[in-house]
């Protein structure tokens, strides 16, 4: 069965550059979710949406991390001018919960390990 | 101010025998709690919830006791086997789940042959 996919596994970025982190939820799944992992933390929220709305950003650690679900599937992380201390593993959840729905898990992707040099 | 806390970082058990892993909150909103299963190099992987309005939860070898009134949470795997070893983070939520979760640090399980 499909779970959620993320795009690349592993990015290397020298300083500066701009990155683009891609996630494929579960089919159906009306929830998206954005964690930040450091190592040895547990994953950090970031932001989420529900279905192509953009409901919380609080999470996110400046103006330079920006994400997108525009049709409401598939999801996008960009983080431009990328800084040494972006390094983190970054992980994608998806939850069938919606206003419908309650006590529905989150869903994990494998993550993106995102180094910067 | 960590709202959801896992004190012990690492714990071994003998195959066979019980592991506990627990979780205090500070969080008294938070109403729906979550474990789950990290192996390196993949993505945690749910293991079981409890919604407030439980005490316990049950699935097969996993069981969760939630103790609202001492904002406790502990997850008991019998028997332990080898398979378990992993990071278990346990993460919470408010209004019943669809909201960002929030975790602990994680524990270490080691399960010994």
């Known amino acids: 069965g499909a779970g959620v996919s993320q795009s690349p596994r592993y990015k290397v970025a020298k300083r500066g550059q701009d990155v683009a982190l891609r996630c494929d939820p579960i089919?159906?799944?009306?929830?998206l979710f954005w964690y930040q992992q450091a190592l040895g933390q547990g994953p950090e929220f970031l932001t989420y949406?529900?279905?192509?709305?953009?409901?919380?950003k609080s999470g996110l650690p400046s103006d330079r991390f920006f994400a997108e679900r525009p049709e409401g599937s598939v999801s996008t992380l960009k983080i431009q001018r990328t800084q040494q201390e972006d390094s983190a593993v970054y992980l994608c959840a998806s939850s069938l919960a919606g206003q419908s729905h309650s006590n529905q898990p989150q869903h994990f992707g494998d993550g993106t390990r995102l180094s910067i040099l | 101010d960590q709202q959801v806390k896992q004190n012990s970082p690492s714990l071994s058990v003998q195959e066979g025998r019980i592991s506990i892993l627990n979780c205090d909150y500070t969080n008294s909103m938070f109403d729906y709690f979550l474990w789950y299963k990290k192996y390196p190099a993949e993505g945690p992987t749910f293991l079981i919830s409890i919604s407030s309005i439980k005490d316990k939860n049950e699935d097969g070898r996993f069981t969760v006791f939630l103790n609202k009134s001492a904002k406790h949470l502990s997850l008991h795997i019998v028997p332990s086997q080898p398979g378990d070893s992993a990071v278990y983070f346990c993460?919470?939520?408010?209004?019943?789940?669809?909201?960002?979760?929030?975790f602990g640090k994680g524990t270490r399980l080691s399960v010994i042959a």
């Open positions: 949406f529900q279905n192509e709305a953009q409901l919380d």
């Open positions: 089919s159906g799944h009306v929830s």
């Open positions: 993460a919470a939520s408010l209004f019943s789940g669809n909201t960002p979760l929030v």
